[in-house]
């Protein structure tokens, strides 16, 4: 296989449009990092180029699965992003989060471990963007309240995000876009992933109480304003509050059959963004429409463009076979090396931008392996299976691994810095650096034990 | 009726690293005209009388609300004394952290109907008036353009009985 491969592989280097992909492609990206052109302007330019350049089709970036926009995964967001944006002038985010707050009796540990778990289960339903958008304001104001410092229950607002978006499909983009190209389920990514984030949850809570145990304390006069709060007053429009819940229900439920039914994820929040827009009579759906993160939208499907000019040039295919040349295709190792690597480029790149290049580079890997088969046989072959899952645990919690490695950390340290507590790059590093680790080395023990151990 | 003839001539005004405590102090104090205490807005001239901003009244109740309150409807959840805290706080910070520094202008040879076109378009209140060198000669307040329509209405009906 090995001396064939590379023959092949070496064929690429003749072909124009090859070294035209991988011009774009890498330029593309390092513009992307250095953040000084808008990145999602740099994937629309870039997407551009490769359509004018004629490394793609037109109808091949549009329409076709392999090289072009997932919609799929766009679809998906846009329309949480609807459901999202119709529920959150109900207040019901306001009553969840001072309602949390009050279970904590006041007290500031209690109160940070109540709302990391809040935070995490909230981010496996919503994105994480949106989370910690809904939860922070709500911590500024508890921690003025009790007269502490807001920045560790920031940092651990954006860490929680991270591991809790992780354990299911709908909860971090890279999960969106595994669960899209690998046809995964709701249901697979709660029975693979969510037990160990469960873990970690419960590694992580005992972490932070033992770093920041001595540090929040408050006296017990401030403790009764939070008791003092009535988180009933939250609740703006208890009617809509109702139909939001039901058509969040209906999409949860959704979720959790659509692979039984055979309908896809993106099919059941759709359905859930129009009833919902139905039902709140909306006459005017202009601005519910406009709040839709745009940027990020458009983004996907710049990436989704360049990514597929490489796959089509043969990029990805020739770097599929560098790293089953270094793994000696024994799938433990190329496991553990997708897992690693993942989360410390996800801690330096956008990991939206890097799933986008990963998941083609992975079913590339699977056909080298299986050359005789195709569709779900290949994409889910039960060796292939673990891999996804790396990829996945990776990608998410290398988020935490840099204020810049995860979305939710731009919006955290953006609201702490306006609020007046400048959280520096090294320091959000010195504490998600070791949480990222931390949380990896646990998932790396997961996959192990799980899929090479007990092979379940 | 021109700017020069409505606004109030320059006495007071504020310097960039004057606290807020001081500002606030002489917002409440500084006099108009004959009758009433404190003016709603007075501007920021840096060391060589060149205006650099403006403060008004409402940027000192955004100096005492946390940005974090805009993001979310939490004023049901504040609790008495927040604002008294948060004063104490803000009392130190400087004229220029708090101040508008996009400050809109009329000159002084401005008609009163292009004074009201520049207030209604900007949202501006109250505006610096500028001389020929752009030195700042006075300051234009809402309440003045309003009490000389209001005059003008008079006037108006004056003429209609007479």
């Not at chain 1, 919609?71 to 529920?87: E, G, K, Q, T």
């Amino acid at each position: 296989m090995t001396l064939e491969t590379v023959t092949r592989a070496e064929l690429f280097f003749l072909d124009l449009p090859f070294w035209i992909a991988t011009a774009i492609f890498v330029c593309a990206y390092v513009l992307i990092v250095s953040e000084k052109v808008h990145k999602t302007v740099v994937a629309l330019f870039a997407a551009g180029l490769m359509l004018v350049l004629k490394v793609l089709e037109q109808n091949e970036a549009f329409h076709v699965e392999e090289f072009g926009v997932d919609w799929n995964v766009i679809i998906l967001l846009i329309s949480m992003m609807i459901i999202i944006n119709l529920m959150r002038p109900t207040g019901v985010f306001e009553y969840i989060a001072i309602k949390s707050a009050k279970l904590g009796k006041g007290d500031p540990l209690r109160i940070m471990v109540i709302f990391a778990v809040v935070t995490a289960v909230l981010s496996a339903l919503l994105d994480n963007v949106t989370t910690v958008l809904l939860i922070t304001p709500v911590t500024l104001l508890i921690a003025d309240a009790l007269d502490v410092d807001p920045v560790p229950y920031l940092l651990s607002c954006a860490f929680a995000s991270n591991i809790g978006g992780t354990a299911t499909l709908i909860g971090d983009p890279p999960n969106i876009m595994i669960a899209s190209k690998a046809q995964l389920n709701f249901m697979d990514f709660i029975y693979h992933l969510a037990p160990v984030v469960v873990v970690m949850m419960v590694v992580y809570i005992f972490v932070i109480k033992l770093i920041w145990k001595k540090k929040l304390v408050t006296q017990d006069e401030l403790k009764q304003r939070i008791m003092n709060m009535n988180e009933k007053e939250a609740i703006k429009n208890p009617l809509m509050l109702k139909k939001s819940l039901i058509v969040l229900g209906i999409v949860l439920t959704g979720f959790i059959f659509h692979g039984m039914l055979h309908f896809q994820p993106a099919t059941v929040a759709l359905f859930g963004a129009g009833l919902l827009l139905l039902l709140s009579r909306t006459h005017e759906p202009h601005h519910v429409l406009a709040e839709i993160e745009w940027p990020t939208i458009f983004f996907f499907m710049g990436l989704f463009i360049i990514v597929g000019g490489v796959v089509k040039v043969g990029l990805i295919k020739w770097l599929s076979i560098q790293i089953l040349e270094l793994t000696q295709g024994n799938m433990f190792a190329t496991s553990m090396i997708v897992m690693w690597f993942s989360a410390f480029a996800s801690a330096i790149v956008d990991n939206i931008p890097y799933v986008a290049t990963m998941n083609p580079l992975i079913i590339d890997m699977a056909k080298q392996l299986w050359p005789n088969l195709s569709g779900i046989q290949l994409l889910q072959h039960p060796d292939l299976m673990p891999l996804w899952w790396s990829l996945a645990l990776g990608a998410c919690l290398g988020g935490n691994g840099s204020a810049i490695g995860a979305s939710a950390n731009v919006i955290v340290v953006g609201i702490s810095e306006k609020a007046g507590r400048r959280i520096s790059f090294f320091k959000f590093m010195a504490y998600g650096m070791p949480i990222m680790i931390l949380t990896v080395a646990i998932s790396s023990v997961y996959v192990w034990l799980r899929y090479y151990v007990l092979g379940i | 009726m021109k700017a020069k003839d409505l606004m109030i001539p320059l006495v007071k005004y504020l310097k960039p690293g004057d606290t807020l405590k001081e500002a606030a102090n002489l917002l409440s104090a500084a006099r108009r005209r004959e009758e009433k205490g404190g003016v709603k807005a007075l501007p920021v001239l840096d060391k060589h009388a060149k205006l650099v901003g403006i403060v008004s009244i409402g940027d000192v109740l955004k100096s005492v609300y946390p940005g974090y309150m805009y993001l979310m409807d939490l004023g049901a959840f504040s609790w008495d004394g927040m604002v008294e805290t948060f004063a104490r706080k803000a009392s130190g910070k400087h004229v220029k952290d708090i101040m508008t520094t996009d400050v809109i202008t009329v000159k002084e040879d401005s008609t009163l109907m292009e004074c009201i076109d520049h207030m209604l378009k900007n949202k501006a209140k109250r505006v610096p008036v500028l001389n020929t060198e752009n030195a700042v000669v006075g300051m234009l307040y809402e309440s003045d353009v309003f009490y000389e329509i209001t005059r003008a209405m008079f006037n108006k009906d004056k003429g209609r009985t007479q």
